[in-house]
T-cell receptor, first 115, second 116 residues
Framework: AQSVTQPDIHITVSEGASLELRCNYS??????LFWYVQSPGQGLQLLLK????DTLVQGIKGFEAEFKRSQSSFNLRKPSVHWSDAAEYFC?????????????WGLGTSLAVNP | DTEVTQTPKHLVMGMTNKKSLKCEQH?????MYWYKQKAKKPPELMFV???????INESVPSRFSPECPNSSLLNLHLHALQPEDSALYLC???????????????FGAGSRLTVL
């Protein structure tokens, strides 16, 4: 069955520290990969996506993610976290080919940032 | 305009009320979505409209009734809801890509619904 795992339910980092949020997926082929962020009381916003090509992708707000086919992972990173990065982060995958427009979502990682 | 606008932001209703949630986008997107999100959970897909036609209904109870009057508007009509329907209801839109799985979603800020 297709699934997305975000192993860390909650992470706390200090402002200025580096960040890595993990995402692993189970899928028959390489899916489309997404990271979305949800600030408190808000909707979700796309941070970045991977479709093909360079496995290191850059997103908004200084985030990047690396696709590793051998590990079925798409981890999100940021070299220096800001207090405004405190939010819920969701990894999601989309089916490649066919007519399936339903994303499969991870359960999310809640990020807290200490001043 | 790169926004999805949802109204109202907050709604409190009784189990016998009829209310509607509204969503509007002017990005020329041809697919529009309703999601339901419980606290600290990922969004759950409810409905998808593609080119103003309902293309996905994720076995949602009939007390939720979607409507897509035109390519910019999406409504969710609510009737006889239950307290467990209390949640954040998110609207999203996307260009309808050739491969639907590649659709990038633009979300609204949501309508927080409380059913008493």
């Amino acid at each position: 069955a297709q699934s997305v795992t975000q192993p860390d339910i909650h992470i706390t980092v200090s402002e200025g520290a580096s960040l890595e949020l993990r995402c692993n997926y189970s899928y028959g082929a390489t899916p489309y990969l997404f990271w979305y962020v949800q600030s408190p009381g808000q909707g979700l916003q796309l941070l970045l996506k991977y479709f093909s090509g360079d496995t290191l992708v850059q997103g908004i707000k200084g985030f990047e993610a690396e696709f590793k086919r051998s590990q079925s992972s798409f981890n999100l990173r940021k070299p220096s976290v800001h207090w405004s990065d405190a939010a819920e982060y969701f990894c999601a995958v989309g089916a490649r080919g066919g007519n399936n427009r339903k994303l499969i979502w991870g359960l999310g990682t809640s990020l807290a940032v200490n001043p | 305009d790169t926004e999805v606008t949802q109204t109202p932001k907050h709604l409190v209703m009784g189990m016998t009320n009829k209310k509607s949630l509204k969503c509007e986008q002017h990005m020329g997107h041809r697919a529009m979505y309703w999601y339901k999100q419980k606290a600290k959970k990922p969004p759950e897909l409810m409905f998808v409209y593609s080119y103003e036609k309902l293309s996905i209904n994720e076995s949602v109870p009939s007390r939720f009734s979607p409507e897509c009057p035109n390519s910019s508007l999406l409504n969710l009509h609510l009737h006889a809801l239950q307290p467990e329907d209390s949640a954040l209801y998110l609207c999203a839109s996307s260009q309808d890509q050739g491969d639907p799985g590649a659709n990038v979603l633009t979300f609204g800020a949501g309508s927080r619904l409380t059913v008493l």
